[in-house]
């Protein structure tokens, strides 16, 4: 069964980084979108970066340009997030997601999605 395992979360201080992974599992990450959504508590799921099938395409939503950077490693099957210069407002439960037709542009929709990992909590508090 195809899905996704993220890993990488934790609590760190304002303005520290992490990094988030999210292993795919079986299918290969040239077969679909990928991005990563965040939901806090008592707020509704956003999506935070998209990568292309090709990896050629990446998004951002506006909160997290320039901090945030998405990437991925073909060899190992494998996105990641990284996240620099943190805000206690970056706080949340981080899933990985895959959009399966490939051929849309990167989006935030997540009824696109149909593929979700089980999601990774990321808290940043001083």
């Known amino acids: 069964q195809s899905h996704f395992v993220e890993s990488g979360g934790g609590l760190v201080q304002p303005g520290e980084s992490l990094r988030l992974s999210c292993a795919a599992s079986?299918?290969?990450?040239?077969?679909?979108?990928v991005a990563w959504f965040r939901q806090a508590p008592g707020k509704e799921r956003e999506g935070v970066s998209c990568?292309?099938?090709?990896?050629?395409?990446?998004k951002y939503v506006d909160s997290v340009k320039g901090r945030f950077t998405i990437s991925r490693d073909i060899a190992k099957n494998t996105v990641y997030l990284q996240m620099a210069s943190l805000k206690p407002e970056d706080t949340g439960i981080y899933y990985c997601?895959?959009?399966?037709?490939?051929?849309?542009?990167?989006?935030?929709?997540?009824?696109?999605?149909?593929?979700w990992g089980q999601g990774t909590q990321v808290t940043v508090s001083s």
């Open positions: 990568i292309r099938n090709t990896g050629r395409s990446t």
């Open positions: 997601a895959g959009d399966t037709h490939w051929f849309r542009p990167c989006g935030f929709s997540a009824e696109d999605f149909n593929r």
């Open positions: 079986g299918f290969t990450l040239d077969a679909v979108n």
